[in-house]
């Protein structure tokens, strides 16, 4: 439900931060005074720190939940009775389920993804700095 929630929203996040990055990195190129290439870097630099912590987490629930099925199988389930090696079994199948929480239709929130969003921004700058010349 949570995901649901708040994958249209991170969605909406990455495409408009995506362009901002592109955007203020030209911005920064074109600046002459200290004091607003200052101020620029130091926006550029809190919309990653901001965007990053939403991936970091993201994938840290995902790396979590991934490892949570191998908890049963490191306790001593083996030399137990028939019917708690049963359940302990049943505990492993359904915790197996791997959270991953999305952005949109397109896109997971992980640590690859946040690499391409900062690699497509470089890409728009790119393009933007070769059209604007």
Known sequence: MFNNLISPVMFVNLFVTSINFGVNIIEIARMNDLATLTSGVSYLGACLIQLFVFYWHSNEVTVESD???????????SIVNYK??????????????IL???????????????????RASYSFYALLSKTNN
């Not at 490892?67 to 389930?77: C, H, K, L, M, Q």
């Not at 708690?84 to 389920?97: D, F, G, P, Y």
């Open 100 to 118: 991953l929480f999305a952005a949109g239709p397109f896109n997971d929130l992980t640590l690859s993804t946040f690499l391409g969003i900062i």
């Open 84 to 97: 708690l090696q049963r359940e302990v079994v049943l505990l492993a199948i359904t915790t197996s389920k």
């Open 67 to 77: 490892r949570v099925s191998y908890g049963t199988f490191e306790s001593d389930w």
